[in-house]
Nanobody, 115 residues
Framework: QVQLVESGGGLVQAGGSLRLSCTASTSIFSLNFMGWYRQAPGKQREVVAVITNGGTTNYKDSVKGRFTISRDNAKNTVYLQMNSLKPEDTAVYYC?????????WGQGTQVTVSS
């Protein structure tokens, strides 16, 4: 099965930045769906950002202008650059890819933004 390994989470003050990475054990070159989700305590998991194999991106309204999703196919990695972080961004962040009709999730990485 496909494995996704996330890194880059941590504790940051409001206004700070973090970059999350998600590296896949399979080639991502042809994958048309890679995305980042997050789940805060007591809340449902929600989509944060997605990117297609053509580079088209979409974002949750509350992160537009602050977060940027990108992919490096040579490294089999998708990134989430998070700037101007707010306490409400605090959550566990998960990457997800679709491979041959199946969904694969990363293990999650904690992002905590202090006020």
């Amino acid at each position: 099965q496909v494995q996704l390994v996330e890194s880059g989470g941590g504790l940051v003050q409001a206004g700070g930045s973090l970059r999350l990475s998600c590296t896949a054990s399979t080639s991502i070159f042809s994958l048309n769906f890679m995305g980042w989700y997050r789940q805060a305590p007591g809340k449902q998991r929600e989509v944060v950002a997605v990117i297609t194999n053509g580079g088209t991106t979409n974002y949750k309204d509350s992160v537009k202008g602050r977060f940027t999703i990108s992919r490096d196919n040579a490294k089999n990695t998708v990134y989430l650059q998070m700037n101007s972080l707010k306490p409400e961004d605090t959550a566990v962040y998960y990457c997800k890819i679709h491979v041959q009709g199946l969904e694969y999730w990363g293990q999650g990485t904690q992002v905590t933004v202090s006020s």
